[in-house]
């Protein structure tokens, strides 16, 4: 792990020779390192062999819409990606479809975290038709995308079919009541009730979308934090 140094892009371009030729690597983690657009460039020059590659953590790079479409590139066809982790890089719409290809491949991804990009409902609804056959999803994180409604209906399918989420964060997203009642009635259809953790700030949430909310926690004994 080289989570929160100042590696930059010049740091970037230096590891992606150094890991360029090794088949063993399953964990890539360069979360706040600073490889802005043209290091996620670079970093993606390395990634198309890494056939083993279970968790790549980019967070927090600015690596912005370009970047983040090149580098989806390079691991669009890896199937044995769980973990992919790209918040606060401003990919936009753009970046959040060509995250949906990466998805596509993905039989057994079980977190997505996609915070703070500016997708917009444009990009939820790409990512939610590429998470629709994902049915061991575990942590979900879309916050601070302004998604609105139009984006929360376009993720109802994915939340009603995965069996495993245990972590969803949509804060930040402008979903509203209609929003909220859409939520609570894909995971009211669950079987088995998994989620731990639920995260809704910041949506103009009324009393109403707070009464739905509390009819679910009522049927939810795993729930440990709203």
């Keep these: 792990m080289l989570d929160g140094n100042v590696i930059g892009i010049e740091g970037a371009r230096a590891l992606a020779k150094g890991i360029k030729d090794n088949e063993t690597l399953t964990n890539l983690h360069l979360s706040d390192c600073g490889i802005l657009e043209e290091g996620a460039k670079e970093l993606s020059k390395c990634l198309e062999n890494k056939r083993n590659l279970l968790v790549l953590d980019l967070n927090n790079n600015k690596i912005m819409s370009d970047g983040c479409i090149i580098l989806c590139k390079a691991i669009q066809n890896q199937s044995t990606l769980r973990e992919l982790m790209l918040s606060n890089n401003f990919i936009g719409p ?4 060509a995250v949906s290809k990466v998805l596509m491949n993905k039989k057994y991804i079980t977190e997505l975290s996609l915070g703070t990009n500016g997708i917009f409902a444009e990009g939820a609804v790409a990512i939610g038709a590429s998470l629709k056959d994902k049915k061991y999803l575990e942590v979900f994180n879309l916050k601070k995308n302004e998604i609105g409604l139009q984006g929360m209906k376009a993720l109802e399918e994915v939340l009603t079919l995965s069996k495993t989420v245990k ?45 739905s909310i509390s009819e679910f926690i009522s049927k939810c004994a795993c729930l440990q934090e709203l």
Aim: hydrophobic letters at 35%; proline letters at 0%; one cysteine or more.
């Design 167 to 211: 972590e969803l964060n949509l804060s930040g997203n402008n979903i509203g009541d209609e929003g909220v009642a859409i939520i609570m009635k894909s995971f009211a259809l669950k079987k088995k009730q998994s989620l731990n953790v639920l995260s809704l700030s910041d949506n103009k949430i009324s009393s109403i979308g707070c009464k």
């Design 94 to 97: 753009g970046g959040a479809k």
